[in-house]
């Protein structure tokens, strides 16, 4: 496979040696690794590779001092940290080398931003730079194939995904989620202490699975999977930090009867939500389809929006019966709010409830199709 450009590599070349370490959060398998080989190039033997996962670089970072440093560095002037959360005390680890050899370009990444921003959190502040990086996104794809072979596949993506892996082999997708879902999902979230109910986290998948583009109870998850609210909150959250799942907040201002607290939750690659839940059928036999179109065109946004400065706010809007009305995605940015319907089916009406357009007439609102999707999830296609 012909290696494809991620969109923040630039940004990233612009950070190199500026005195500060780069963290680089996303799920396992999604690319960092192999898009940090590829920014390595241009720099040959400079740049000193450490594996997280591996049991001597732990020992050795672990309790590492600057003289120990000196000695593993040499004269290298990169050093790359891969899943770095499984080394204790990196933080201090890091930190070292930021104030003793600022000369030195110090490189993490993390599948888990619970561990990581725990273990680098108060030794880095002010020393640290940070991206996340998912699967590739839309943008990505077409700079690779081309805007109309790439809108082509837009069904193989909505049904697998775009791992790199499974982008990269076309009809192998249902093996390859199959052992991403089953080795990668949850190996961080298994990894952490006293988490070892490994059964509950995939109910607790499977659940929001099959709720895709509906508001999520914690009261209906704890009933179906049979375990309390505390509980389905504390792994919802260990589930986003872990890059599985991601939320959707209810946005309300004006009205009294808008959902004040209710969210959704979408999934960081629809090919590893439907690997869960183990169907792959076209769309066109699937009740789901308008559910997992939502969830690609919210996902794509937030790959477009994901390392922006001061990224927008991003809700679902919905009024409470008798005379419900809802709005499937609202971005807030500089006191500007933008709404957008999502409709998969062209034949189907859509149209902006008047509920909203009257208590919010300053919005600018949008209705995203099939037929003008790219213009919402990627700049500079046309």
Request: aromatic fraction near 12%.
């Amino acid at each position: 496979m012909a290696y494809i450009k991620r969109t923040i590599e630039n940004e990233l070349r612009q950070k190199f040696f500026k005195g500060k370490a780069i963290i680089i959060y996303g799920p396992r398998q999604c690319g960092k690794t192999t898009m940090l080989r590829h920014l390595m190039q241009e720099f040959e033997n400079d740049a000193l590779w450490l594996n997280g996962d591996n049991p001597d670089t732990k020992k050795l970072l672990s309790n590492i001092t600057v003289s120990s440093w000196n000695m593993v560095i040499g004269k290298r002037k990169i050093v790359v940290v891969d899943e770095a959360q499984s080394i204790e005390n990196i933080g201090i680890a890091l930190k070292l080398v930021i104030d003793e050899m600022p000369h030195i370009q110090v490189i993490a990444t993390g599948s888990s931003s619970f561990e990581l921003m725990n273990k680098t959190a108060e030794p880095l502040t002010g020393r640290k730079f940070e991206y996340r990086l998912l699967p590739f996104s839309f943008a990505e794809l077409c700079a690779e194939h081309g805007f109309f072979e790439e809108k082509q596949q837009r069904e193989r993506r909505i049904l697998f995904g775009s791992y790199p892996d499974v982008a990269a082999n076309p009809g192998d997708e249902q093996q390859l989620l199959e052992e991403l879902a089953g080795s990668y999902l949850f190996k961080d979230i298994y990894a952490l202490d006293g988490l070892r109910r490994s059964s509950l986290i995939e109910k607790i998948v499977t659940a929001l699975a099959m709720q895709l583009g509906s508001e999520v109870s914690c009261n209906e998850l704890a009933g179906l999977t049979g375990t309390d609210n505390k509980t389905v909150e504390r792994y919802l959250d260990l589930l986003y930090k872990c890059y599985v799942v991601f939320p959707l907040r209810s946005f309300s201002r004006n009205l009294r009867n808008e959902i004040k607290k209710g969210f959704k939750v979408y999934f960081y690659d629809l090919g590893i939500r439907n690997a869960v839940i183990n169907n792959f059928s076209p769309l066109a036999s699937r009740t789901d389809a308008g559910g997992m179109w939502e969830n690609y065109l919210v996902l794509e946004r937030l790959k477009k929006n994901l390392n922006v400065p001061f990224r927008p706010n991003m809700y679902f809007w919905r009024t409470v019966a008798p005379q419900s009305n809802e709005i499937d995605y609202i971005e807030e940015k500089d006191g500007i709010l933008s709404a957008y319907e999502f409709k998969s089916n062209l034949l189907s009406k859509a149209k902006i409830p008047l509920t909203f357009t009257r208590a919010y007439p300053e919005a600018e609102t949008s209705i995203i199709t099939p037929e003008n999707y790219e213009t919402f999830i990627a700049d500079g296609i046309f």
